[in-house]
T-cell receptor, first 117, second 112 residues
Framework: GAVVSQHPSWVICKSGTSVKIECRSL??????MFWYRQFPKQSLMLMAT?????????EQGVEKDKFLINHASLTLSTLTVTSAHPEDSSFYIC?????????????FGPGTRLTVT | SQKIEQNSEALNIQEGKTATLTCNYT??????LQWYRQDPGRGPVFLLL?????KEKRKERLKVTFDTTLKQSLFHITASQPADSATYLC???????????FGKGTSLLVTP
């Protein structure tokens, strides 16, 4: 149980275009999802907290107009990187804290590798 | 500022030996600490959670200790196997819900 999926697993896009990444909880309802970013050989850095039906809360230094988050249902959150630039190339990982599991555990998705050319 | 430090140098050990990884933190009073495994190009996989009132926790070949006085956690893998080779991440709650603050991780390589 407690599986989180991400789509796509990797994407290459041109500079200036927008990319949408989906995060789904497959077998449980996720009231809260988190988006992290990980650069090579670095730790995961929290970007934003996404709550179903409300606006996301962004961490300091993360541009909310650039990284649009929509948590439209209890099983889906999306991250859209708008006007992507090469410096946005990174590994994006979502996680979910849900009603079906231990509240102190997070279930992570497999990640999405974004490359902006 | 809050910091989590893990040994940045890779740990190479021989199969069958015990691997011990260290996580130190500063400017935190965490309610719990977690350890994750991450393979290249994959998301983290939860391994163990230990709460502030617990000194030790075990799960199969894994053992975690938590010393809130030293602000340190040790993660042990006994009878290590090549399949245990991965990066191991230490994580603490960010005091803002259930979001986590991760260390950079320690890479473990178990050789036959």
């Amino acid at each position: 149980g407690a599986v989180v999926s991400q789509h796509p697993s990797w994407v290459i896009c041109k500079s200036g275009t927008s990319v949408k990444i989906e995060c789904r909880s497959l077998d449980f309802q996720a009231t809260t999802m988190f988006w992290y970013r990980q650069f090579p050989k670095q730790s995961l850095m929290l970007m934003a907290t996404s709550n179903e039906g409300s606006k996301a809360t962004y961490e300091q230094g993360v541009e909310k107009d650039k990284f649009l988050i929509n948590h439209a249902s209890l099983t889906l959150s999306t991250l859209t990187v708008t006007s992507a630039h090469p410096e946005d190339s990174s590994f994006y990982i979502c996680s979910a804290e849900g009603l079906a599991g231990d509240r102190d555990e997070q279930y992570f998705g497999p990640g999405t590798r974004l490359t902006v050319t | 500022s809050q910091k989590i430090e893990q040994n940045s140098e890779a740990l190479n050990i021989q199969e069958g030996k015990t691997a011990t990884l260290t996580c130190n933190y500063t400017n935190y009073s965490p309610a719990y600490l977690q350890w994750y495994r991450q393979d290249p190009g994959r998301g983290p996989v939860f391994l163990l959670l230990i709460r502030e009132n617990e000194k030790e926790k075990r799960k199969e070949r894994l053992k975690v200790t938590f010393d809130t006085t030293l602000k340190q956690s040790l993660f042990h893998i006994t009878a290590s196997q090549p399949a245990d080779s991965a990066t191991y991440l230490c994580a603490l709650d960010l005091n803002s819900g259930y979001a986590l603050n991760f260390g950079k991780g320690t890479s473990l390589l178990v050789t036959p």
